[in-house]
């Protein structure tokens, strides 16, 4: 399999994730955002069947959708089992009605398979490092009788609901992810050195990411137009240098703490 595109960080092939997917090495995780197939556009298409071959890849993925996206494809996504969900919250939404709350938001859910004590997790923190407290409730009305203890030690850990501004005005993707969202899942779910696939990468906002955090990536897309597009990112180096992003990062943690 010849790559479209290889550097010391990001492996590229042009083509079909359903034929290139079986053809992987073992990643430490996927993290996707794959055609929700929710317009007419020729390549917003479900290719059916992708998920269970992203299973023979990776233990654990990130994979970005609508609710609707999500219920209407459970059934391709059998075997996975769900773990959490993160709200990316942008600052403008798209809208196609008039009688429906104005959408200014996606999910991004978490799915593993096996144990998931084996999985690598390690959640974002940030903010000031704070003494070890263990914390126990008992039975409380929204826990029931098994209650929930729990230790807090160090920074606080990063909160579900993600604020990142939308890519308009520099995007050369259609629906492209924010550096800002995609970060997070990607240093959670893969250590520094890790191997990441992003099976639909579009503009290559995974392979940027995983650059910057010093992790490798192995991204597929099927449009060659695509393809140009994130070889140029990838040649340019993205205009933001890891510091910039971790600064960016942290600007929409303290917001999340206020
Ligand atoms: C939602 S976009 C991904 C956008 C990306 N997250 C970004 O930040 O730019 C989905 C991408 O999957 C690609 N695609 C669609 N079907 C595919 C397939 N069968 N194999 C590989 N790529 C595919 C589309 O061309 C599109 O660029």
Redesign the pocket.
């Known amino acids: 399999m010849q790559p479209y595109y290889e550097d010391e960080a990001v492996t590229l092939y042009h ?6 997917l079986p053809q992987l090495p073992k990643a430490d995780a996927i993290v ?5 197939g929710e317009t007419s556009l020729d ?5 059916d069947g ?1 998920p269970a071959a992203a299973a023979m890849v990776a233990p654990q993925m990130w994979c ?1 959708g609508s609710m609707r996206m999500f219920l209407e494809k459970r059934g391709d996504l059998e075997g996975w089992k769900l773990a959490q969900d993160i709200v990316w919250e942008k600052h403008n939404g798209s809208s196609f009605h008039d009688d429906r709350f104005r959408r200014v938001h996606e999910f991004a859910l978490h799915f593993y398979r096996g144990e998931w004590g084996a999985l690598y997790r390690e959640v974002p923190r940030f903010g000031e490092e704070q003494r070890k407290q263990n914390i126990r409730r008992g039975k409380t009305p929204h826990l029931g009788a098994n209650g929930a203890a729990s230790v807090i030690e160090g920074q606080r850990i990063m909160t579900s609901v993600i604020f990142a501004p939308s ?1 308009h005005g520099y ?8 550096e800002d969202i ?1 970060a997070p899942l990607l240093q959670y779910s893969v250590p520094p050195g890790g191997l990441v696939v ?9 392979g940027a990411v995983a650059r910057k955090f010093r992790r490798r990536a192995i991204l ?4 060659e137009a ?1 393809c140009r597009a994130i070889v140029e990112r990838l040649r340019q180096g993205d205009l933001l240098t890891a510091n910039d992003l971790g600064n960016r990062l942290a600007a929409h943690e303290t917001k999340q703490e206020r």
């Open positions: 083509g079909d994730a359903l034929e290139i996707t955002d794959p055609p929700y390549w917003d298409r479900w290719p992708w970005f890519c995007a050369v993707n259609e629906t492209q992810k924010p995609v992003d099976c639909f990468a579009g503009s290559g906002t995974t597929i897309e099927k449009r695509q």
